[in-house]
């Protein structure tokens, strides 16, 4: 199975951890959004959309970048790291998903590092996040995925 990742991570490359972590258990390309290239998308069997969590949601480019590049009627799966966890995350990727008629297989989500704002004045929380289970229960998410399309 040939899988793509188009993610955004910057400030702790949280959510780059966990991509890489599933990156081992098999062929997985991972396209940073911010890098200004075109993208053929289309050759691969799965598509991952990753990011941090901003505000509430993906980071907008990863969002931005989807709508402009994912093929209609793909499988796809989301990943994303947060300093504190909240139901709907995911929901502003899902949606362009929809809007793509994709298939969802499914969604993870870890702590992660976070500094950000009135964070940065206590040192930032979920400190050492992820951490090693967060990385092999990435793994185990991705493991799932590729035998569900296999």
Do not use: W
């Not at 890489?20 to 991952?48: K, P, Q």
């Not at 989301?78 to 499914?106: D, H, I, Q, W």
């Amino acid at each position: 199975m040939k899988t793509a990742v188009c993610y955004y991570s910057r400030h702790h490359g949280n959510t780059r951890k966990l991509l890489e972590s599933m990156a081992e258990e098999g062929e997985m390309d991972l396209i940073d959004v911010t890098a200004r290239r075109a993208v053929r998308l289309e050759e691969y069997d799965c598509i991952g959309l990753a990011s941090g969590i901003y505000y509430g949601a993906f980071q907008k480019g990863v969002l931005q970048f989807a709508r402009q590049y994912l093929p209609e009627g793909k499988a796809v799966f989301f990943v994303c790291t947060y300093g504190m966890y909240r139901p709907g995350y995911t929901r502003s990727a899902a949606a362009v998903a929809a809007e793509k008629n994709c298939r969802v297989l499914g969604e993870f989500g870890c702590r992660g590092f976070d500094t950000f704002g009135p964070f940065r004045l206590v040192g930032g929380i979920a400190k050492g996040r992820p951490n090693a289970r967060d990385l092999e229960r990435a793994r185990c998410f991705y493991r799932d995925i590729q035998e569900r399309l296999v």
